[in-house]
């Protein structure tokens, strides 16, 4: 699997919404049957089945008829960006602009200058909902020229979210309606009426395509590599995983809201996931007993990028934990559970790295620096298993741009691949 797939796929997910639809069209393109968590029972027997909520997705293959516990990949579909108030359309100075949240820890001067499409849903009044995709340059967050801020060098580039960061998207002439214009090109998308449209939830995106880069192709340059790379990667592991061990069932959750702290119906600080298991032991008449006791039993790799050293700013990681990019997945610690690794899980992770031949780098952060955190410490305690954070080594980590490496994919394919198989 070489890195133009996850150039593909990325490129098909603008959106969270969009990056659960690329996913279940590859799940069941391989064969994954759509569940519904409004259907009162599942009746289950070996086979891949999936769920999805809002964009999150829980897909898993049951390989057996009496499994004894879960191999899980956790993941999520968000990524930091510019997203749409309600009433986002307003005019201002001539121009007609989107007022825009900033969803998540985005980098705000990636923005700057880029040529953005808009994607995501539209809701109608009877309930019914569309995914739409502007694909052109539609908008543009405009930097200010520097003859107008002249310190911007010396002093640093501050930008205010709430006035500085809406982009432009048409010019506004005597009599021009801006809500009226946007609803138009809203309804042109969706196939909704203007006047049926009741909602919208949409992002904006950046359209340069994600491309292959380096002297030698080493590199990805890609929006939203954190973390619909380990989307994909889970994804192909998952399908790959059908002749695994029959005593596990092979998990893979991909939420939403990770970006902003996870809690919602669809994060993984909610309950999608834990449901989404006991309805799996539900279904294959497994008693609640037999179910704790197979969560008891289970590992979680929690899968999210890492970062790599910068080559500009090494002191910025601790001198003898610092992920190279093209050198392997890395396993990450932190013994106050800003990860969830632990000796036990690390152990694991080291021993299914040795039997997939895949190299394992370690990221600590400096006890100086705060440290991130990601998925893994939310689901070992929602679900009281043990849980291993792992992911890629990456540069620009919430950029609108971002970048990693050709040759760790593969491997962190391999690595989800053979914990899958149970
Ligand atoms: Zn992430």
Request: aromatic share 4%.
């Amino acid at each position: 699997m070489d890195a133009t797939a996850l150039c593909r796929f990325i490129d098909a997910s603008p959106s969270p919404a969009h990056a659960a639809a690329t996913l279940v069209g590859q799940l069941v393109a391989a064969g994954f049957s759509e569940l519904s968590l409004t259907q009162p029972e599942w009746r289950l027997a070996p086979g891949r089945f999936l769920v999805r909520r809002g964009a999150s997705v829980v897909a898993f293959v049951v390989r057996g008829a009496k499994p004894t516990r879960f191999a899980l990949v956790g993941a999520h579909t968000d990524s930091p960006h510019l997203r749409l108030k309600p009433r986002a359309a307003f005019q201002s100075e001539g121009c007609c602009q989107l007022g825009v949240e900033v969803y998540g820890g985005a980098l705000l001067n990636s923005w700057l200058d880029r040529d953005l499409g808009l994607a995501g849903t539209v809701h109608a009044s009877d309930g019914s909902e569309r995914l739409i995709r502007i694909d052109r340059p539609l908008a543009r967050v405009p930097q200010l020229a520097i003859h107008l801020d002249r310190k911007v060098t010396e002093d640093g580039l501050k930008l205010n979210a709430q006035t500085q960061l809406a982009p432009i998207w048409a010019l506004a002439t005597e009599g021009t309606d801006a809500a009226a214009a946007f609803a138009d090109l809203l309804a042109a998308a969706s196939g909704i009426a203007a006047t049926d449209i009741a909602a919208h939830d949409l992002s904006l995106y950046d359209l340069t395509p994600s491309a292959i880069g380096g002297a030698g192709g080493e590199f990805v340059f890609a929006p939203r590599l954190d973390n619909l790379a380990s989307c994909h990667a889970g994804a192909m592991a998952l399908i790959a995983a059908t002749d695994g061990e029959p005593s596990s069932v092979a998990v893979l959750a991909c939420h939403d809201h990770e970006e902003v702290g996870s809690t919602s119906a669809s994060g993984a600080d909610g309950s999608l996931l834990g449901t989404a298991l006991e309805r799996i032991a539900l279904g294959l008449g497994q008693s609640r007993a037999e179910h704790l006791a197979a969560l008891a039993s289970s590992l979680m790799i929690s899968a999210d990028m890492a970062h790599a050293v910068h080559p500009n700013y090494a002191d910025r990681h601790e001198p003898r934990h610092k992920p190279q990019l093209g050198k392997g997945p890395v396993l990450k610690n932190n013994h106050n559970q800003r990860y969830a690794t632990s000796a036990a899980s690390a152990a694991a992770v080291r021993a299914l790295a040795a039997r997939a031949r895949v190299p394992l780098q370690d990221f600590v952060t400096r006890t100086d620096l705060g440290c991130g955190t990601t998925i893994g410490p939310i689901s070992a305690a929602r679900l009281g298993i043990c849980v291993a954070d792992v992911g890629n080594p990456m540069l620009s980590m919430h950029s609108a741009r971002e970048c990693a490496a050709t040759a760790d994919h593969p491997p962190y394919i391999a690595l989800l691949r053979e914990h899958l198989k149970g």
